[in-house]
């Protein structure tokens, strides 16, 4: 018996068996032409969106769309061009960003130490910013960065914790009782000099006379109504970002302007890398007295601060010469000629070797001249300085003129203040 399998031989075919069925979600052609009428997908070319020419007017209005991240790629290339030129705005828009932070819960600090590194690294790897911080000015916005970070995560309460300041004066130690709060009012105050140096409001007010950042400190706590809490944290962190906004938008000259503490003066260069040193070791004060854990600078940063301390060295050493606390010099040293000097070498992250000179203010260390050689270790120096151990405890290892590696270390010691 034959039917429709069998072929013209009357041979019996197998029945045809179809082959499976491509799924809907695995690559499926929906357009229902068949396979050799479908034309291939040419890529996508990515462009840069196309940025519109509006008012002044309309970009205000979409800052608070931008700082939710809810406009068009388009009207954010054009709100961010925007800010580069426009200082209220850019205010504004930096109000707004911080009061988007405040809908979000709040995230501890034991997450990875990393993370903000690596989001910056990758965000400016891809997009260069168009105003750049200056490369002088990230130890300090790294400082108070880290600092802000700990004061966000630390409770109401903890604002109260006391916290022991203490420093040298006249070769003896000095302490003061204070509070979270009041350290970082002291930060406030004493971040002052350089905001009016800049032109930026003095925290202690218009018409504020010279005074020293210890002076400025007292005046301050004392003209405060009650004791001071939490909300010292927003005017602080609002100075440091118009800090450094204002030195980011300057230009390169600003970086020699002069801020002056009454008794000494520095650069604006070196002077923010002081406050940032100060930012660190008054951060690392707060850490402690709520029982935190704290890491030092990064190695360049404090590099960078171990620098600043001995180019300041001979100068206060000469100081305490003058003032009878230090031996004289005991070379008389010429116009341009080296003197003795004194080999520092710094041990562990930030280390490095320095020549302190000696017999002169304005000599350089010449390493042939090296009389004698101090051996630390990076934040034990930057703790020395600070004036928070005392010389007698500080070197670890020392070689050479006694009487020399004694002047230097309790030089170093007399550089700390409030």
């Known amino acids: 018996m034959t039917g429709a399998d069998d072929d013209a031989d009357g041979v019996a075919q197998a029945p045809r068996i179809p082959g499976p069925r491509r799924s809907a979600d695995d690559h499926a052609d929906l357009t229902g032409r068949p396979p050799n009428e479908r034309e291939e997908e040419e890529p996508v070319e990515e462009r840069e969106p196309d940025v519109p020419v509006l008012s002044h007017g309309v970009l205000k209005s979409l800052l608070g769309a931008w700082a939710l991240s809810a406009c068009s790629a388009g009207e954010t290339a054009a709100v961010e061009a925007h800010l580069t030129e426009c200082g209220p705005c850019a205010d504004e828009a930096l109000r707004l960003r911080d009061a988007v932070a405040l809908l979000h819960r709040d995230r501890d600090l034991d997450l990875d130490p990393l993370l903000r590194s690596r989001v910056l690294e990758n965000c ?15 130890p300090y916005d790294a400082e108070t960065a880290r600092l802000d970070a700990l004061l966000r995560d630390i409770g109401e309460s903890e604002w109260h914790a006391p916290v022991r300041l203490k420093w040298y004066e006249e070769d003896r130690q000095v302490r003061r ?16 000099l350089v905001a009016g140096a800049l032109g930026l409001d003095d925290p202690l007010g218009a018409g504020t006379p010279e ?4 002076e400025r400190t007292e005046a301050f706590w004392s003209g ?11 005017p602080w962190r609002d100075q440091s970002h118009a800090l450094i906004r204002t030195v980011s938008f300057a230009g390169r000259g600003v970086a020699d302007l002069t801020v002056t503490y009454k008794d000494f003066a520095l650069p604006l260069r070196d002077s923010l890398l002081e406050r940032a040193f100060e930012c660190w ?19 360049a940063h404090l590099h960078e601060m171990i620098d600043l301390a001995t180019r300041l060295l001979p100068a206060a050493l000469a100081g305490r010469r003058r003032s009878g606390l230090a031996a004289p010099a005991r070379q008389l040293v010429a116009a341009g000629a080296p003197g003795r000097s004194l080999h520092l070498e710094v041990e562990g992250a930030g280390g490095g070797h320095w020549y302190i000179a000696l017999d002169s203010p304005a000599a350089v260390g010449d390493p042939d001249q ?7 270790e990076g934040v034990e120096f930057c703790q020395l300085v600070a004036g928070r151990v005392s010389p007698e405890e500080a070197a670890a290892g020392q070689d ?16 700390s203040h409030l």
Not at 124 to 138: E, K, Q
Not at 227 to 234: C, D, H, K
Request: proline fraction near 10%.
């Open 370 to 376: 090296a009389v004698a050689q101090v051996a630390m």
């Open 400 to 415: 050479g003129d006694r009487e020399a590696i004694r002047d230097v270390l309790a030089a170093a010691a007399s550089l």
């Open 224 to 234: 405060l109504e009650r004791p001071p809490g939490r909300a010292l944290r927003e």
């Open 124 to 138: 400016l790897g891809r997009r260069p910013a168009r105003i750049p911080i200056p490369g002088w000015v990230t």
């Open 177 to 192: 009782k204070a509070t979270v709060a009041g350290v970082i009012g002291h930060l406030f105050a004493v971040d002052g």
């Open 281 to 299: 070791l008054h951060a690392d004060d707060i850490a402690h007295a709520v029982a935190y854990p704290y890491d030092p600078p990064c190695g």
């Open 211 to 214: 005074l020293s950042p210890s």
